[in-house]
């Protein structure tokens, strides 16, 4: 049995659950996120307690290593509703800097012509400095996958560091030639 799948979910109580078969619909103050379940694991919402619980639908392998992943997906919904979720990156590099356009991200960060990257629906972005974005969603996987790709743009190269990462990336730097050649 898995030790994460068998623990209930704690819903606070400012959040509205609703279970539809597979589809489990989460509202709380910061938003509303809606996920439909694979039909190994079976999801249980106790209004009294205020809990939600996965069980399994068979042994098979597949269903006890899903066990635990949809209760995780469960928490995370639980917790994006409530407090939210953001990623933070920073551009480092002369010249380098971004900017919100509309709904697009309009990043500059050393080629010909900047790069305009749409922002996803249910994603927001802010740039507070032009060197900061910040990216802010009750969903935690949109935000994670959003940030991936504005980080794949220009990633840390290892000589100067120049390139976009996460905040608290450590980034590890190289000595160049002149370092094997000091003799």
């Known amino acids: ?5 068998k623990k209930p979910v ?6 509205k659950v609703s279970v ?3 589809t489990v619909t989460i509202e709380g103050p910061k938003g509303k996120i809606s996920r439909e379940f694979r039909s190994e694991v079976a999801l249980k919402y106790s209004d009294s307690d205020r809990t939600i619980r996965v069980e399994r639908t068979s042994e098979e392998p597949f269903a006890r290593a899903y066990h635990g992943t949809s209760r995780a997906h469960l928490a995370n919904m639980v917790r994006g509703v409530v407090q939210g979720f953001e990623r933070s990156l920073s551009i480092v590099g002369v010249g380098y800097n971004a900017k919100v356009q509309g709904k697009k991200l309009v990043l500059a960060v050393g080629f010909s012509n900047a790069v305009e990257m749409p922002i996803p629906e249910g994603v927001t972005v802010e740039v507070p400095q032009p060197t900061l974005i910040v990216v802010k ?3 935690k996987q949109k935000v994670g996958e ?3 790709r504005v980080r794949k743009v ?3 190269e ?7 990462r996460y905040q608290d990336e450590k980034v590890v730097k190289k000595a160049g030639k002149a370092f094997g050649s000091a003799e």
């Open 1 to 5: 049995m898995s030790r994460i799948g």
């Open 10 to 15: 704690a819903v606070p109580e400012k959040v």
């Open 20 to 22: 539809a078969g597979a």
């Open 137 to 139: 969603s009750v969903d």
């Open 146 to 148: 959003f940030a991936a």
């Open 154 to 156: 220009r990633p840390p």
């Open 158 to 164: 290892p000589y100067k560091g120049k390139g976009i």
